[in-house]
């Protein structure tokens, strides 16, 4: 299929078990789909922007939007790439890579959700690796940075397993109440040294400028 228009669609990211893409109509309905089913317990808010409140049809149409958005909304000095996750051919979650004048600074800040069927099965650690390997060995980034709310033990675990070191506190409003964040930073050496899955590429020579390099 051609991508003339939007090689971003011809994008992919593979390890060992996983297949990272941009989500066409049907793989995008699969996706918010994901999403409404729950991905984390009712009585918790892992993220920073409760994007999850509400009834799973909100949810669901809620998260295709956003990432029709970030097509739309593209332009190679603000990007953000929201990459569905696919698992044996079953669409599981969602990883993003986002970039702000990344020609210049060099570094990309991460999220994602995994579907709550899908979860504690290492698949978190695998799709943000292969986020970190498009950051690094296909962009040339020299950082990448990721925070999370200080209660959120799988998303620091993650970070922590792929060499991120502390980058500090901050302090935001998730639904009216003061919470703590942890910033978190990963330089190219951190990246090389602990580089732990096998990580291959295809469709980026197409779609390169459009990240601002």
């Not at 051609?2 to 669609?9: D, F, K, N």
């Not at 993003?96 to 709550?116: A, H, I, K, P, Y």
């Amino acid at each position: 299929m051609s991508h003339r228009h939007w090689p971003l669609h011809g994008l992919r990211i593979r390890t060992p078990r996983l297949e990272l893409r941009l989500p066409d109509e049907a793989l995008l309905d699969e996706l918010a789909s994901v999403g409404a089913g729950g991905v984390h317990a009712p009585d918790r808010m892992p993220f920073i922007v409760p994007w999850t409140d509400g009834e799973p049809d909100e949810v669901g149409r809620a998260g295709y939007q956003h990432v029709l958005g970030t097509i739309a909304g593209w332009t190679r000095q603000d990007w953000h790439l929201s990459l569905a996750v696919l698992h044996g051919g079953e669409v599981v979650g969602r990883q993003d890579v986002m970039g702000r004048e990344f020609g210049v600074r060099r570094e990309v800040m991460t999220g994602s959700w995994l579907g709550l069927p899908h979860q504690r099965q290492g698949i978190g650690t695998e799709m943000r690796a292969a986020a970190l390997h498009l950051a690094f060995e296909g962009l040339g980034a020299r950082y990448a940075v990721s925070d999370a709310r200080a209660d959120n033990a799988g998303s620091l675990g993650v970070s922590r397993r792929l060499g991120y070191e502390p980058d500090g506190l901050q302090i935001e409003v998730i639904r009216g109440e003061a919470v703590t964040l942890r910033r978190l930073r990963l330089d190219r050496t951190g990246w090389e040294k602990h580089r732990s899955v096998d990580v291959t590429m295809e469709g980026l020579d197409a779609c390169r400028a459009d990240f601002g390099i």
